[in-house]
């Protein structure tokens, strides 16, 4: 008796739920702005899917939580649940209709109303909208009626069109860059979203991919192959995406290098704070200093102005601001050895607010410009190429990424990386084990110090010149936040998060304002979901949901003891 | 030919005096032990013996030798290990990892998979879950991982404090025996216990701390006679 209530009260919550998001993003006037624009050209607007899409969710969240699969009653649970989110949407037009909502939530006009009851009269209209709501949820029904192997690849069929029409001008940008081959993609597309033939091949194609590839049973294939056809595998997929890496720049043209370079610094800095963070557990909101250091100290010994030093050559400076960098990890760090927790994060933001304001300070003006930076900071020549644009320096963050990811993984299981890890769980009785606190920890600051001065110099020779605004609080908190979302101490974490934090917002570009909404559900829904990240260490996952770490997991955790050089 | 010379040290948490004025030997190849009730100082002592408490009076002395100077760190190349009170094993490595940083100042050779063997041997539960990750072992079996931990540096002198925290009376009591063969193997113990019982039952001689102070010193037999100690520790009347 009881589950019976409880599932009917789910049922009714997801249905509210539904609706209070579609309502949520109509009232915010993400619908309205995106009315026009096609998914598939003429039949699916964005604002239809923004609108249905909580339902369809909403609708398989109810239907999941069923004890058993009676068609009749999965058809009630979904076509209810969605009913009701169509109903929350119905009521608040109605209620439009008598009070001006307007006046306070300015975004609720009548285009707005318009276009969520289909252009036709209120009655009808709101008829109209509670009849698609019923549809979709009786659609989630339906599609989870099918077998396992159909739904999976219908899903997947779907998600995909969605996708490439949601992202239509951002994949024509890339395509326009490809020469004669743009002609061989283009037609794909509409003015606004997909044509409607070319998504019902996509739709099709992805399908039956799905399809295809549910039916092959992929562990069966990998044990079935010898040692020497895994290593074949292992190595095509390296090389594979090696080429892809080296290819980007010139496969996604000048504006996405830029963002690539970008994100390949953050990755840069990443890797470094994960040593301090990840590896040691000293939880430091200041690393933007370090970062700021490195760029200062580049410019202002290579910049051709007056206000530089020396007017040194890249390479020569390099060292130079690394080494600074590295000094001031390790002076930071000397006053904050006894400090721990959130101690240590107080005194670390601290010094990433000095190092700014000293910048900022007229009484170093002379050498740092103060508040109009330094302009014109010298780029890297190799022999008589001077790497110039975004596309070449592409190569040599990859390179410096490389260097500093292979430091990091040979760190992390060597004897440093063992003593960190005790610090980072229990400092006293790391110290009984016979680790030297001093040293250890000052060699964490140090290392990430090193990594973020040398995005600091990289920062600064791509960009040519720096401000004081580039180095404030929040470039700290985004790297602390692209460790965090993809998975504290994992160095593929590092990578995933470094795409999808700073990707992200890029490939939202297109929502404009509405996109730092999207960006922030997402982080919101994603640290619900996966806390411990897109790609977490194997230990970390095993900690937060030990219920679920099979036998796969037993085994990999065994492979890093028994080689801990891996 | 004492191992361990404590002197009249005084240790203060902020303005607490915690010690007050404690003085303890402890010979080459005994078990000592150092009873005492709730807040009586115990750990402190200990903690002030590992250096992670700088004392304001007085002096620890290892083998002879003043370890003022020395950092915690240091100690355990002196042959001077600790199990901690609460186990304080590390909860996301694995058992072997935990070994393995027990034996961080070693070098990697036969006699480091020696030691490994003898823990094993020792506590045969180890063995069997050396690659469950240390924070799902049980209370017992953590407290057998802390004490190999220790046992992995190879120390001359052993400090275990309260190792019958928390457990059953079966576990206390194997526990207890295991204490006892690692001592007959040629390790020094200094044992620090709430389970006056149980730590006069294994010790040679015993120190009893009330509030700072050492109230008594005898050996264990003489302990176990001792009405006052009956009466407060022993819980007869």
């Given at each position: 008796m009881?589950?019976?209530s409880?599932?009917?009260a789910k049922?009714?919550?997801?249905?509210?739920?539904?609706?209070g998001?579609?309502?949520?993003?109509?009232?915010?006037?993400?619908?309205?702005?995106?009315?026009?624009?096609?998914?598939?050209?003429?039949?699916?607007?964005m604002?239809?899917v923004?609108?249905?899409?909580?339902?369809?969710?909403e609708?398989?969240?109810s239907?999941?939580?069923l004890?058993?699969?009676?068609?009749?009653?999965?058809?009630l649970v979904?076509?209810?649940?969605?009913?009701l989110?169509?109903a929350?949407?119905a009521?608040?037009i109605?209620?439009?209709?008598?009070?001006?909502?307007?006046?306070?939530?300015i975004?609720?006009s009548?285009?707005?109303?318009n276009l969520?009851t289909?252009?036709l009269?209120?009655?009808?209209g709101?008829?109209a909208?509670?009849?698609?709501?019923?549809?979709?949820?009786?659609?989630?029904?339906?599609?989870?009626?099918l077998?396992d192997?159909i739904?999976?690849?219908?899903?997947q069929?779907?998600m995909?069109?969605?996708?490439?029409?949601?992202f239509?001008?951002?994949?024509?940008t890339?395509?326009?860059?490809?020469?004669?081959?743009?002609y061989a993609?283009?037609?794909?597309?509409?003015?606004?979203?997909l044509?409607?033939?070319?998504a019902?091949?996509l739709?099709a194609l992805?399908?039956?991919?799905?399809?295809?590839?549910a039916g092959?049973?992929?562990k069966a294939?990998?044990?079935?192959?010898?040692?020497r056809?895994?290593?074949?595998?292992?190595?095509?997929?390296?090389?594979?995406?090696g080429?892809?890496a080296?290819?980007?720049?010139a496969?996604?043209g000048?504006?996405?290098?830029?963002?690539?370079?970008?994100?390949?610094i953050?990755i840069?800095m990443?890797?470094?704070l994960n040593?301090v963070v990840?590896?040691a557990g000293l939880l430091?909101?200041?690393y933007?200093?370090?970062?700021?250091i490195?760029?200062?100290?580049l410019?202002?010994?290579?910049?051709?102005?007056?206000?530089?030093l020396l007017h040194?050559?890249?390479?020569?400076?390099l060292p130079?601001a690394?080494?600074?960098?590295?000094a001031?990890?390790?002076i930071l760090?000397?006053?904050i050895?006894?400090l721990?927790?959130d101690?240590?994060?107080?005194?670390?933001?601290?010094?990433?607010?000095?190092?700014?304001?000293?910048?900022?300070?007229?009484?170093l003006k002379?050498?740092?410009?103060?508040?109009?930076?330094i302009?014109?900071?010298g780029?890297?020549?190799i022999?008589?190429?001077?790497?110039?644009?975004?596309q070449?320096?592409?190569?040599?963050i990859l390179v410096?990424?490389?260097?500093?990811?292979?430091?990091a993984?040979?760190?992390?299981?060597?004897h440093?990386?063992?003593s960190?890890m005790?610090?980072?769980?229990?400092?006293?009785?790391?110290?009984?084990?016979g680790?030297?606190?001093?040293?250890?920890?000052?060699?964490a600051?140090?290392?990430?110090?090193?990594?973020?001065g040398?995005?600091?110099?990289?920062?600064?020779t791509?960009?040519?010149?720096?401000?004081p605004?580039?180095?404030?609080?929040?470039?700290?908190?985004?790297?602390?936040?692209l460790?965090i979302?993809?998975?504290?101490?994992s160095?593929p974490g590092v990578?995933?998060?470094?795409l999808?934090?700073?990707g992200?917002?890029l490939l939202?570009?297109q929502f404009?304002?509405f996109r730092?909404l999207?960006?922030g559900?997402v982080l919101?829904?994603?640290m619900l979901?996966?806390?411990?990240?897109?790609?977490?260490?194997a230990?970390?996952?095993?900690?937060l949901?030990e219920?679920?770490?099979?036998?796969g997991l037993?085994?990999?955790?065994?492979?890093?003891t028994?080689n801990p050089?891996? | 030919?004492?191992?361990?010379?404590?002197?009249?040290?005084h240790?203060?948490y902020g303005n607490i005096?915690a010690l007050k004025?404690?003085?303890?030997?402890?010979?080459?190849?005994?078990i000592?032990?150092?009873?005492?009730?709730?807040g009586?100082?115990?750990?402190t002592?200990?903690?002030?013996?590992?250096?992670?408490?700088?004392p304001?009076?007085?002096?620890v002395r290892?083998?002879?030798?003043d370890?003022?100077?020395?950092?915690?760190?240091?100690?355990?190349?002196?042959g001077?290990?600790?199990?901690?009170?609460?186990?304080r094993?590390?909860s996301?490595?694995t058992?072997?990892?935990?070994?393995?940083m027990?034996?961080?100042t070693?070098r990697?050779?036969?006699?480091?998979?020696?030691?490994?063997?003898?823990v094993f041997?020792l506590?045969?539960?180890l063995?069997?879950?050396?690659?469950?990750?240390?924070?799902t072992?049980?209370?017992g079996?953590?407290?057998?991982?802390?004490?190999?931990?220790?046992?992995m540096a190879?120390?001359?002198?052993?400090?275990?404090d309260?190792?019958?925290?928390?457990?059953?009376p079966?576990?206390v009591?194997s526990?207890?025996?295991t204490?006892?063969?690692?001592?007959?193997?040629g390790?020094?113990i200094l044992?620090?216990?709430?389970n006056?019982l149980m730590?006069?039952?294994?010790?040679?001689r015993?120190?009893?701390?009330?509030?700072?102070?050492?109230?008594?010193?005898?050996?264990?037999?003489?302990?176990k006679?001792?009405k006052m100690?009956?009466k407060?520790?022993?819980g007869?009347?």
């Amino acid at each position: 008796m009881k589950n019976k209530s409880s599932y009917w009260a789910k049922t009714l919550q997801n249905g509210l739920i539904g609706g209070g998001i579609s309502l949520l993003l109509s009232v915010v006037g993400l619908v309205l702005a995106f009315g026009k624009t096609y998914i598939i050209s003429g039949v699916l607007t964005m604002a239809q899917v923004f609108v249905l899409a909580p339902f369809l969710f909403e609708a398989t969240q109810s239907i999941r939580q069923l004890p058993s699969k009676e068609p009749i009653k999965t058809l009630l649970v979904g076509g209810l649940t969605g009913l009701l989110g169509g109903a929350v949407l119905a009521l608040f037009i109605l209620i439009n209709n008598f009070i001006n909502i307007r006046s306070v939530l300015i975004n609720v006009s009548p285009d707005l109303v318009n276009l969520l009851t289909f252009h036709l009269p209120l009655v009808a209209g709101l008829l109209a909208l509670l009849g698609i709501s019923l549809v979709v949820g009786l659609v989630a029904a339906g599609v989870f009626m099918l077998p396992d192997r159909i739904r999976g690849a219908l899903s997947q069929a779907v998600m995909v069109v969605v996708l490439v029409g949601l992202f239509r001008d951002l994949i024509v940008t890339v395509i326009l860059h490809w020469g004669w081959v743009q002609y061989a993609f283009l037609w794909i597309f509409a003015q606004s979203g997909l044509t409607i033939i070319s998504a019902l091949l996509l739709f099709a194609l992805v399908g039956g991919l799905g399809y295809w590839s549910a039916g092959r049973n992929r562990k069966a294939i990998a044990a079935n192959r010898t040692p020497r056809q895994q290593k074949v595998v292992r190595w095509g997929t390296l090389g594979v995406l090696g080429l892809i890496a080296l290819l980007l720049p010139a496969i996604l043209g000048s504006y996405f290098s830029e963002i690539l370079d970008n994100v390949g610094i953050y990755i840069l800095m990443g890797l470094g704070l994960n040593i301090v963070v990840g590896f040691a557990g000293l939880l430091d909101l200041g690393y933007v200093a370090f970062y700021a250091i490195g760029a200062y100290t580049l410019g202002m010994l290579t910049t051709s102005e007056a206000v530089g030093l020396l007017h040194l050559s890249f390479w020569v400076a390099l060292p130079v601001a690394l080494v600074v960098a590295v000094a001031a990890g390790v002076i930071l760090g000397l006053p904050i050895l006894r400090l721990r927790g959130d101690y240590l994060a107080i005194v670390t933001l601290g010094f990433g607010e000095i190092i700014r304001i000293v910048v900022l300070s007229d009484w170093l003006k002379p050498l740092l410009g103060g508040s109009e930076g330094i302009q014109r900071i010298g780029k890297p020549a190799i022999g008589g190429l001077v790497l110039a644009n975004q596309q070449q320096l592409y190569y040599l963050i990859l390179v410096c990424i490389l260097i500093a990811g292979f430091i990091a993984i040979r760190l992390k299981d060597s004897h440093l990386g063992r003593s960190w890890m005790a610090l980072r769980e229990d400092e006293d009785v790391a110290e009984a084990m016979g680790i030297n606190k001093v040293t250890t920890k000052l060699l964490a600051f140090a290392m990430g110090a090193l990594f973020s001065g040398l995005g600091g110099v990289l920062f600064a020779t791509k960009v040519g010149s720096i401000y004081p605004q580039s180095f404030s609080f929040i470039v700290s908190i985004n790297i602390l936040s692209l460790i965090i979302v993809g998975g504290m101490g994992s160095i593929p974490g590092v990578f995933v998060g470094g795409l999808a934090l700073v990707g992200l917002p890029l490939l939202l570009s297109q929502f404009a304002d509405f996109r730092y909404l999207i960006y922030g559900a997402v982080l919101v829904i994603m640290m619900l979901r996966k806390p411990e990240g897109l790609a977490p260490e194997a230990r970390r996952r095993l900690e937060l949901h030990e219920d679920d770490a099979g036998p796969g997991l037993q085994e990999e955790l065994q492979t890093v003891t028994k080689n801990p050089g891996r | 030919m004492p191992i361990l010379e404590v002197e009249n040290i005084h240790s203060y948490y902020g303005n607490i005096h915690a010690l007050k004025g404690i003085s303890l030997t402890v010979d080459k190849g005994e078990i000592v032990t150092l009873i005492g009730a709730n807040g009586a100082g115990k750990s402190t002592t200990l903690r002030t013996i590992c250096g992670l408490l700088k004392p304001r009076e007085g002096c620890v002395r290892f083998d002879g030798e003043d370890l003022a100077p020395c950092k915690p760190h240091d100690l355990i190349f002196k042959g001077m290990s600790m199990v901690p009170e609460g186990r304080r094993i590390f909860s996301r490595l694995t058992v072997s990892e935990n070994l393995e940083m027990g034996a961080y100042t070693r070098r990697k050779g036969p006699e480091l998979v020696a030691d490994l063997e003898r823990v094993f041997t020792l506590f045969p539960r180890l063995k069997e879950r050396r690659k469950q990750v240390g924070g799902t072992l049980s209370g017992g079996e953590q407290q057998m991982l802390a004490t190999g931990r220790a046992l992995m540096a190879h120390p001359r002198l052993l400090l275990m404090d309260e190792p019958s925290m928390g457990l059953a009376p079966v576990l206390v009591e194997s526990i207890f025996d295991t204490i006892v063969q690692i001592n007959k193997e040629g390790t020094t113990i200094l044992l620090v216990e709430q389970n006056a019982l149980m730590a006069l039952s294994i010790a040679a001689r015993g120190y009893v701390l009330q509030t700072g102070e050492i109230v008594l010193q005898d050996s264990a037999d003489e302990l176990k006679k001792n009405k006052m100690i009956q009466k407060s520790y022993l819980g007869m009347e």
